[in-house]
């Protein structure tokens, strides 16, 4: 188990990634992306907010890793990162709780 300086410095690493989706619209729209690839304009009706704020959330969900982009045309799609989520797991790989419980789940 780390402690002290240690467990700061592996925390500090992931703090950023985890402001990602710290709000409920960051999270609609991961929850949203979980079930594929979609252009911002479906996003947006999907949420039911202003174009301008899911545009301002996507760029944070983009700086910290959890969605990628791509343009085709005119229209730009936007689709899970799978390194975000295996972050959040790395992070606990050395606890007992990974071990003894998200383990078992993952089977």
């Known amino acids: 188990m780390l402690t002290g300086i240690r467990l700061k410095e592996k925390t500090r690493l992931f703090e950023k990634k985890m402001q990602g ?7 609609a729209i991961l929850y949203t992306l979980a079930h594929g ?14 174009q301008n704020l899911v545009s301002h959330h996507m760029k944070i969900l983009e700086k910290s890793g959890w969605v990628g982009k791509r343009t085709e045309g005119r229209e730009v799609y936007y689709h899970l990162i799978d390194r975000g989520f295996f972050e959040l797991t790395r992070m606990l790989v050395d606890t007992p709780y990974y071990h003894q419980t998200l383990l078992k789940r993952l089977k």
């Open 37 to 50: 690839e979609l252009p911002l304009h479906e996003i947006v009706i999907d949420i039911d907010e202003a």
């Open 21 to 27: 989706p710290a709000h409920w619209i960051r999270l």
